[in-house]
């Protein structure tokens, strides 16, 4: 067992909280300022995640999080596509959040699939989720600010496939104009604003979800690149009949509007769900008999 992040934990371990014990079962990863392990309600013998911040920790960050994450919750972001908080506790002087437990993140879900890459039908359903939980923070004004693969959720790919929640919001932000210059999104996601450290808003978030629907079609992160001077725009190509060259020309449409540079001409996430890829009304017509 992992004992990353000076967090010292090994498998069968009891951590108690003031309503039940979890019992440490397997490390399914670290972040920021902690680890993740999976867990077993001792009461309810239910499978949890949980994510432990140690004590050493960015204070006001631990405190942020726990901030936005209650706010979710009593907003019941789980609804949106959003992970689901059931608890939180310190124990230890650590911070402990307690999550419902997923399945596998988009990025290893991808490595499943030949070519390792999806196709536009797997696409669709994904950005119309990932839409609905960024029109969801946008009217909580909240801004994920670390939006990638890796915190992106399959509930279950076997049995719920391409049912996906968002995760991690140690990087969420709800005060951007105290925060213009602040290093947020991984690289490979990071909109123009903040790569130039300029004010921005919640198209940040728009910009990473345009990259990431790029990669799921590609098999590839959109922008590869080690560093922010090497961060250049490719070309997408694409072959096949009609009615898929039709849908691969409106995906690509859709991609260029979650993909403008300036973060005020960029699609928001309510266009998106109304946008023809997602709601398939350019199959209507011509199209409608296709399968």
Same mark, same amino acid.
């Given at each position: 067992?992992?004992?990353?992040?000076g967090?010292?934990?090994?498998k069968g371990?009891?951590?108690?909280?003031?309503?039940?014990?979890y019992?440490?079962?397997?490390?399914?990863?670290?972040g920021?300022?902690g680890?993740?392990?999976?867990?077993?309600?001792?009461?309810?013998n239910?499978?949890?995640?949980?994510?432990?911040?140690?004590?050493?920790?960015?204070?006001?960050?631990?405190?942020?999080?726990?901030?936005?994450?209650?706010?979710?919750?009593?907003?019941?972001s789980?609804?949106?596509?959003?992970?689901?908080?059931?608890?939180?506790?310190?124990?230890?002087?650590?911070?402990?959040?307690?999550?419902?437990?997923?399945?596998?993140? =988009?990025? &290893?879900?991808?490595?499943?699939?030949p070519?390792?890459?999806?196709? $536009?039908?797997? #696409?669709?359903?994904? +950005?119309?989720?990932?839409?609905?939980?960024?029109?969801?923070?946008k009217?909580?004004?909240i801004?994920?600010?670390?939006?990638?693969?890796?915190?992106?959720?399959?509930?279950?790919?076997?049995r719920?496939?391409l049912?996906?929640?968002?995760?991690d919001f140690?990087s969420?932000c709800?005060?951007?104009?105290?925060?213009?210059?602040?290093?947020l999104?991984?690289?490979?996601y990071?909109s123009?604003?903040? =790569?130039? &450290?300029?004010?921005?808003?919640?198209a940040?978030?728009?910009w990473? $979800?345009?990259? #990431?629907?790029?990669? +799921?079609?590609?098999?590839?992160?959109?922008?590869?690149?080690?560093?922010?001077?090497?961060?250049?725009?490719?070309r997408?190509?694409?072959?096949?009949?009609?009615?898929?060259?039709?849908?691969l020309?409106?995906?690509?449409?859709?991609?260029?509007?979650?993909l403008?540079?300036?973060?005020?001409?960029?699609?928001?996430?309510?266009?998106?769900?109304q946008?023809?890829?997602?709601?398939?009304?350019h199959?209507?017509?011509?199209?409608?008999?296709?399968?």
């Open positions: 067992m992992s004992q990353k992040r967090l010292k934990i090994k371990d009891l951590i108690p909280s003031p309503t039940t014990e019992q440490v079962q397997k490390y399914l990863g670290c920021a300022y680890i993740v392990v999976r867990c077993r309600d001792v009461s309810t239910e499978k949890v995640a949980l994510k432990m911040i140690k004590s050493t920790a960015c204070t006001q960050c631990e405190a942020d999080e726990v901030v936005t994450l209650q706010t979710l919750k009593e907003l019941h789980d609804m949106f596509n959003i992970v689901r908080l059931n608890d939180s506790f310190t124990y230890m002087e650590n911070h402990y959040f307690v999550f419902e437990h997923l399945d596998i993140d =988009l990025h &290893k879900f991808m490595k499943t699939n070519g390792r890459h999806l196709e $536009l039908k797997q #696409i669709r359903p994904i +950005l119309q989720q990932l839409g609905t939980s960024l029109e969801f923070l009217s909580a004004g801004i994920h600010a670390d939006l990638k693969p890796q915190n992106i959720m399959m509930v279950d790919h076997i719920k496939p049912k996906v929640k968002v995760i140690g969420a709800n005060n951007p104009e105290e925060q213009i210059g602040d290093i999104q991984s690289l490979w990071r123009p604003e903040i =790569l130039q &450290k300029t004010a921005f808003n919640e940040i978030d728009v990473s $979800l345009g990259c #990431i629907a790029a990669e +799921l079609f590609m098999g590839k992160p959109l922008f590869s690149a080690w560093n922010e001077t090497g961060m250049t725009i490719p997408l190509w694409g072959d096949d009949d009609q009615v898929e060259v039709s849908d020309e409106c995906f690509v449409g859709l991609l260029e509007q979650m403008m540079m300036n973060q005020f001409e960029r699609i928001t996430p309510r266009q998106i769900l946008h023809p890829f997602v709601t398939m009304s199959f209507e017509g011509p199209f409608r008999n296709s399968s």
